[in-house]
Nanobody
Framework: QVQLVESGGGLVQAGGSLRLSCAASGLTFSSYVMGWFRQAPGKEREFVAGISRSGGSTFYGDSVKGRSTISRDNAKNTVYLQMISLKSEDTAVYYC???????????????WGQGTQVTVSS
């Protein structure tokens, strides 16, 4: 019954920006730490950003730190990822995920969305 549905991906030129959204249902959203991951072709799944249950704490992967902002709206059961200054190496499928505690390890996240494609042209 739990569903995480990402949206907002697409084609963007290098240097551009985008905002991804992840709408959650079937779970008590505020009970979960939320994270964003990405996976490029031939690459391992990479941690992008995470946010605590209340939104009071955020944490980022090194590759996107300074260019990304994660936020959440618990009233809307939605988590967001704002990215700016996009680079070709940001091209990947972006996934949102839910976990019971702070972690950057994909295997420790309980629920996953199906992903949204982000393609950055150079």
């Amino acid at each position: 019954q739990v569903q995480l549905v990402e949206s907002g991906g697409g084609l963007v030129q290098a240097g551009g920006s985008l905002r991804l959204s992840c709408a959650a249902s079937g779970l008590t959203f505020s009970s979960y730490v939320m994270g964003w991951f990405r996976q490029a072709p031939g690459k391992e799944r990479e941690f992008v950003a995470g946010i605590s249950r209340s939104g009071g704490s955020t944490f980022y992967g090194d590759s996107v730190k300074g260019r990304s902002t994660i936020s959440r709206d618990n009233a809307k059961n939605t988590v967001y990822l704002q990215m700016i200054s996009l680079k070709s190496e940001d091209t990947a499928v972006y996934y949102c995920a839910a976990t019971g505690f702070v972690t950057t390890t994909p295997d420790l996240y309980k629920y996953w969305g199906q992903g949204t494609q982000v393609t950055v042209s150079s």
